[in-house]
């Protein structure tokens, strides 16, 4: 087998999920693919949803290979039928859902001027639309079954920060934000618990395609990283999952923030280690 094992039973008992059933969209590819095999590695049934069913074969041949309980609903977030009937029929086969990871999302770079509302709609409609869509239809599957469940929504921190290029895609990470406080408040009486996890920069096809496309630019990244490296997805997988266990039960409402410290330094007016032999200028008359 060429992919290693996932290596999540080294921080969580092993069977952590067993007899969970998780959804995760985008689960196919980058940090949903990681969430999904850390989930099924701990005993969780794990149902990727994204477009594309190529994305889904790999996930589905390494649980056939490892024996984990695994499934696939080809799926566009942004169509709020296709959601509702996606998620009538993996109720319907699996008999239930406890965990949603809304994970799915696009994006890339482009100044705010250029960006034309096809542009804007796509990111939105992915990111802001598809979490509501996917929350709505199995917010109401757990609210009807009355036996709680657990949200975890993929923000990242330019929600709060801002981020010049990132327009579309700062604005919806913002809303899911604001949602995830809101749908935590308004159904903790359910018993359902909703956070958020804000990763910095980490590597996927998708991040290096559209958000860092050469070496320079994210050398440049890297040097703004406090921590001086992006994360690992296998790290930012592994934090996700404490939100999504029974042991973080109490925990709803929050946001995570695992991005090396990079929200923390924007702006900055001296580099830390950074020798301040500039003499001060003289007061102004
Ligand atoms: P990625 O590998 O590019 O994955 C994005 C996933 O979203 C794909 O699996 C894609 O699957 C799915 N998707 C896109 N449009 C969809 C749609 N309309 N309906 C259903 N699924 C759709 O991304 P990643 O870099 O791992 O990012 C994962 C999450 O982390 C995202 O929420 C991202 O915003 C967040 N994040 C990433 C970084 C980073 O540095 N990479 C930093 C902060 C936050 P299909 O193509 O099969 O539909």
Avoid at 1 to 27: C, I, N
């Amino acid at each position: 087998m060429e992919t290693p094992a996932p290596e999540p039973a080294r921080f969580f008992q092993p069977g952590t999920f067993e007899g969970d059933v998780a959804v995760v969209t985008g689960g196919g590819t980058g940090l949903g693919l990681e969430i999904s095999r850390s989930l099924a590695a701990l005993g969780s049934t794990v149902i990727i949803a994204s477009r594309s069913t190529d994305h889904h074969s790999a996930f589905l041949d390494e649980g056939r290979e490892r024996g984990w309980k695994v499934d696939a609903v080809e799926l566009d977030v942004r169509e709020p039928d296709e959601v509702h009937a996606a998620a009538n029929a993996i109720i319907e086969r699996h008999g239930k859902v406890d965990i949603l990871v809304n994970n799915a999302a696009g994006n890339f770079v482009c100044p705010a001027e250029k960006m034309s509302p096809r542009a804007w709609r796509s990111v939105l409609g992915i990111v802001l639309d598809g979490t509501f869509y996917c929350s709505r239809s199995f917010g109401k599957h757990m609210i009807g079954r009355g036996e709680g469940g657990r949200m975890l929504n993929v923000v990242a921190t330019y929600a709060w920060t801002g981020m010049p290029g990132v327009a579309h895609s700062a604005s919806a990470k913002a809303g899911v934000w604001a949602l995830t406080k809101t749908l935590a408040a308004e159904w903790a009486r359910f018993g359902i618990q909703v956070n958020s996890i804000a990763p910095g920069p980490f590597q996927s096809d998708g991040a290096r395609a559209n958000l860092w496309p050469d070496e320079e630019i994210e050398e440049k990244i890297r040097a703004s990283i406090p921590l001086q490296r992006f994360a690992t997805r296998e790290e930012v997988a592994r934090h996700s999952l404490y939100l999504l266990t029974k042991e973080a039960g109490y925990i709803t409402g929050d946001c995570m923030v695992v991005d090396g410290g990079l929200s923390l330094s924007a702006g900055r007016m001296w580099e830390p280690g950074e020798k301040l032999t500039r003499p001060p200028r003289p007061p102004k008359a």
